[in-house]
């Protein structure tokens, strides 16, 4: 078999659009039926959602208090459009830093989960967001583990990578497996 990996310049916002369009292409040619996204403020959900109207799409965004105070990090109106749209809209705690980078904060040193964070951070930001993603919304239940999905992350604002995967549960969190990068920004 012979695949490609498409690879952009550089991380960032500009690549969204041509990224979507080879998530569109590669759901098709593996009849995926689930997709999910990392978009804090839900724009990038919502483009996905214009551009891929036949996928089960999960939108994952920042925990309440990722800034400070609160609030959840999702704009009102993407959260509405994302909503009418039939997208589920995820916001928990990170799967790849949670309690162990409170501890850290506090107390300095490094948690053997934020190791793991760095290591996908060797391949791309994005690839990191794509695993931490996944495992989040299967533990929360909105996208199965028992079949391939696609993952949607970014570096910053918009996405920039994306890979089909095998999610797993955090207390399972070796049994996920990346099976393709669609496409990332060259390192």
Not at 22 to 34: D, F, M, P, T, Y
Not at 148 to 153: K, P, Q, R
């Amino acid at each position: 078999m012979e695949k490609t990996i498409h690879y952009f310049e550089n991380p960032g916002i500009e690549n969204t659009e041509k990224l979507i369009e080879l998530v569109k292409a590669r759901k098709e040619e593996l009849s995926i039926k689930n997709i999910v996204i990392a978009s804090a403020s839900g724009s990038s959900g919502v483009k996905l959602a214009e551009m891929i109207e036949d996928a089960s799409i999960v939108n994952v965004t920042h925990h309440a208090g990722f800034k400070g105070g609160d609030e959840i990090e999702i704009e009102t109106k993407y959260g509405l459009e994302l909503e009418k749209r039939g997208v589920e809209i995820y916001a928990g705690s990170h799967s790849l830093s949670g309690v162990g980078r409170g501890i850290s904060n506090k107390f300095g040193g490094v948690t053997p989960v934020e190791v793991v964070a760095e290591t996908l951070r060797m391949f791309s930001q994005g690839l990191k967001v794509c695993v931490e993603i996944s495992i989040m919304a299967a533990d929360a239940g909105l996208i199965p583990t028992n079949t391939e999905v696609i993952a949607i992350g970014g570096t910053g604002k918009g996405v920039d990578t994306a890979v089909v995967l095998s999610p797993a549960h955090m207390n399972n969190f070796f049994d996920l497996r990346i099976h393709e990068i669609i496409a990332m920004p060259r390192p």
